[in-house]
């Protein structure tokens, strides 16, 4: 998003910001006539935009590698218009493959990563152009869609025609191809719905927890403000249709829900519901007001929370498992690791992986030390916590081939024992940032 020419230009990823949260958006019109100063990008995410611009390069580096010829459109010192008039250039003369192509029909903007010829004839001569972004993850997800039919719709405006595909070279290296078609309607309908809300924004937007605030640059500043206010999206596990109830019913703070009344009613919540909300809020407000922490044991109920404890054996085994997400072709899981307790002692196993085949040794390994272990203690458990360690053995045993006849037996006997249940059913906490 940016002012060019006294005029609001809007990119592909606004639009994806526009789709996660409005609320984004407002803030994002908000700062171009009044800019605020935001916290730096923390390590982790410096490390995925690290990533992305090494994987970029390196699919650059195999068409040059293949011969392929490139032109590459210069970004910096260079100012948009200079930018579009070398890529329209690009187009028109018809080389294979354009780097980093800017593209303008205003009121969008856009900056493919490559456009690749294609052998349909355009307006441009016996060619015309595809788009391919590069994409770390494994697979291609929908604001990758919404950002490739945003660049297609681009380069139609320039060509005459709109391209056939579009692609997403991943992570592992695999590419996929998508056709525009089957997109670019609910692109048009998206694009119209943020021309609509940019030319004519709310007065007043109010920010709600969504699932785009784990990539939002807005986050740190929303959560600031819910702590000053008290909001009800700070209570742990509430969905965004149960503070609408609670609002409507005159409750728009996490004390103000903390003091209803036990056996209260709100409609649209049922009273379960609505009493668990009011615990939460309870400890949330206890910490608040005196800086300790809370913890409340819930009722046992029958296959949930501590109730889903076997009896402690011997033999148990506390299992954990470490991936690195950012590795060539995909992710690697380089750590599976053991804790058992033989005479009184614990013992720490470990089996390490740095790369794709030392990956298939490890994790054989692993599942063998499991299965021996429960061989000669046929009333242990492996404890893990979450669910990654049991979708991670899943993945490895389908990817690699291995080990399925092993792990079968594992799930059908519930050896698997996930810790993170029984603490998310049998306790609650104090701490929203630490929910459990």
């Not at 459109?73 to 354009?98: H, K, N, S, Y």
């Not at 994409?135 to 060509?159: D, M």
């Not at 008290?230 to 609002?247: C, E, G, M, N, S």
């Not at 790369?355 to 046929?378: G, Q, S, W």
Request: with cysteine.
């Amino acid at each position: 998003m940016q002012i060019l020419d006294g005029r609001l230009l809007l990119s592909a990823t606004d639009l994806v910001n526009f789709l996660g949260c409005r609320h984004a958006t407002y803030l994002d019109l908000r700062d171009l006539t009044d800019p605020v100063e935001l916290p730096e990008r923390d390590a982790a995410t410096v490390l995925i935009f690290e990533k992305g611009i090494e994987h970029e390069k390196r699919y650059l580096a195999s068409l040059k590698a293949r011969d392929v010829s490139v032109v590459e459109v210069p970004g910096e010192g260079f100012d948009l218009p200079e930018r579009t008039a070398q890529t329209r250039e690009a187009m028109r003369a018809g080389a294979e493959v354009i780097y980093q192509a800017a593209l303008v029909v205003p009121p969008w903007l856009g900056y493919a990563d490559f456009l690749e010829r294609a052998a349909e004839a355009s307006t441009l001569g016996f060619w015309s152009y595809e788009a391919l972004d590069t994409k770390l993850p494994r697979r291609a997800k929908p604001e990758h869609v919404i950002q490739l039919t945003s660049y297609s719709r681009l380069i139609g405006s320039e060509q005459g025609c709109t391209p056939a595909q579009m692609h997403v070279q991943l992570g592992n290296n695999e590419r996929v191809s998508l056709r525009v078609a089957d997109f670019i309607h609910y692109h048009s309908i998206a694009q119209r719905r943020l021309e609509a809300f940019a030319q004519q924004p709310p007065e007043i937007s109010t920010a709600e927890r969504c699932n785009h605030c784990r990539i939002c640059r807005w986050s740190s500043r929303c959560e600031a403000g819910w702590a000053v206010a008290d909001h009800l999206t700070r209570v742990a596990h509430i969905t965004r249709h149960q503070i609408r109830r609670l609002w409507e019913g005159g409750i728009s703070t996490v004390r103000a829900l903390a003091a209803l009344p036990a056996g209260s009613r709100v409609p649209g919540i049922q009273p379960d519901t609505l009493d668990r909300l009011r615990h939460q809020a309870t400890l949330q407000t206890a910490k608040r007001d005196t800086n300790g922490n809370y913890v409340e044991t819930l009722p046992v109920v029958a296959g949930k929370g501590f109730a889903r404890l076997p009896h402690s054996d011997a033999g148990d085994i506390f299992f954990d498992m470490e991936g690195a997400k950012f590795v060539e072709n995909g992710s690697l899981e380089y750590l599976f690791g053991f804790i058992t307790v033989d005479d009184g002692e614990p013992r720490f196993t470990a089996y390490w992986a740095h790369d794709r085949e030392a990956e298939k040794r490890a994790f054989e390994a692993a599942m063998d030390f499991i299965a021996t272990r429960l061989e000669a203690h046929p009333g242990a458990f492996v404890y893990h916590y979450a669910n990654y360690e049991e979708s991670a053995l899943k993945r490895l045993a389908m990817v690699h081939g291995t080990r399925e006849a092993q792990l079968d037996d594992l799930l059908r006997r519930r050896r698997l024992v996930d810790l993170y249940k029984v603490v998310h059913e049998g306790v609650r906490i104090s701490d929203p940032r630490h929910v459990v």
